[in-house]
T-cell receptor, first 110, second 119 residues
Framework: RKEVEQDPGPFNVPEGATVAFNCTYS??????FFWYRQDCRKEPKLLMS???SGNEDGRFTAQLNRASQYISLLIRDSKLSDSATYLC???????????FGGGTRLMVKP | SQTIHQWPATLVQPVGSPLSLECTVE??????LYWYRQAAGRGLQLLFY??????ISSEVPQNLSASRPQDRQFILSSKKLLLSDSGFYLC??????????????????FGAGTRLSVL
C-alpha cells in the first residue's frame, strides 16, 4: 500500500461546480497534513494546511479524518483557474520529511 | 521574506556528461534543504535532504550526489548522466522543527525547478 494515495483523475467539471478530492494515508502516527497545488510544468505551491478541526479558506475547505486516515479537499464554485494538479502531502514520521501523493488532476471547463 | 532560487530552468545534456544544479535560499538561516525529482506525469520522489552544512541524507540509491557547502546552498551533481535521469528537479526548503507541535515548520517551499533532458 502506498504511504499517501490519491485518485489521479482527471476530474472534469464545469465552471461553478463543487468538486471534492480524497486522499488516504497509511501511517496513523502522521502529524501534519497539507494540500499543495501544482500547475502544469511548474513547482508545487502550498494551497493550505489541514487542521484536525477542519479549516476553510475562501472556496476551499479541507478536512481530516484521523480514524479513517484520510483527508479531503472541497472546492466550491470552481473557476477555470482552479485547473491544476492537487497534491496531498503528509508528514509521515513526525520528523521533517513530507510524503507527497501522486496528485489529482482537476480540469474546470467553461 | 524568504526566497529560493534554482537554476538553470531547463537543461539538455548528453548521456555520460556531468551535471551540477544549484539551489540557494535567502531570508532564513539553518533551513532544511531537499532535492526532489518528478518524472513526467508522476509524483515527487525525494532524492536528498540536508539538515545542516555537510550533512546529506540520501533517500534513493542512484548515480546522483548532493552537497551543502554553505548554510543556504544545496547542489545536486552527477559525474555521468543516464537517460533515466531525465525529469523535473525541484529544490525545497523548510524551517527548523522545534518541539512536537510545529506543523508549520514542516511546510516545504519549492524553487521553480530545473527541467533536465538527457539525450
Amino acid at each position: 500500500r502506498k504511504e499517501v494515495e490519491q485518485d489521479p483523475g482527471p476530474f472534469n467539471v464545469p465552471e461553478g461546480a463543487t468538486v471534492a478530492f480524497n486522499c488516504t494515508y497509511s501511517n496513523s502516527a502522521s502529524q501534519s497534513f497539507f494540500w499543495y497545488r501544482q500547475d502544469c510544468r511548474k513547482e508545487p505551491k502550498l494551497l493550505m494546511s489541514v487542521y484536525s478541526s477542519g479549516n476553510e479558506d475562501g472556496r476551499f475547505t479541507a478536512q481530516l479524518n484521523r480514524a479513517s486516515q484520510y483527508i479531503s479537499l472541497l472546492i466550491r464554485d470552481s473557476k477555470l483557474s482552479d485547473s491544476a494538479t492537487y497534491l496531498c502531502v503528509v508528514n509521515i514520521n513526525a520528523g521533517n520529511m513530507l510524503t507527497f501523493g501522486g496528485g489529482t488532476r482537476l480540469m474546470v471547463k467553461p | 521574506s524568504q526566497t529560493i532560487h534554482q537554476w538553470p530552468a531547463t537543461l539538455v545534456q548528453p548521456v555520460g556528461s556531468p551535471l551540477s544544479l544549484e539551489c540557494t535560499v535567502e531570508g532564513t538561516s539553518n533551513p532544511n534543504l531537499y532535492w526532489y525529482r518528478q518524472a513526467a506525469g508522476r509524483g515527487l520522489q525525494l532524492l536528498f535532504y540536508s539538515v545542516g552544512i555537510g550533512q546529506i541524507s540520501s533517500e534513493v540509491p542512484q548515480n546522483l550526489s548532493a552537497s551543502r557547502p554553505q548554510d543556504r546552498q544545496f547542489i545536486l551533481s552527477s559525474k555521468k548522466l543516464l537517460l533515466s535521469d531525465s525529469g523535473f528537479y525541484l529544490c525545497a526548503w523548510s524551517g527548523r522543527r522545534v518541539g512536537r507541535s510545529q506543523g508549520a515548520k514542516n511546510i516545504q517551499y519549492f524553487g521553480a525547478g530545473t527541467r533536465l533532458s538527457v539525450l
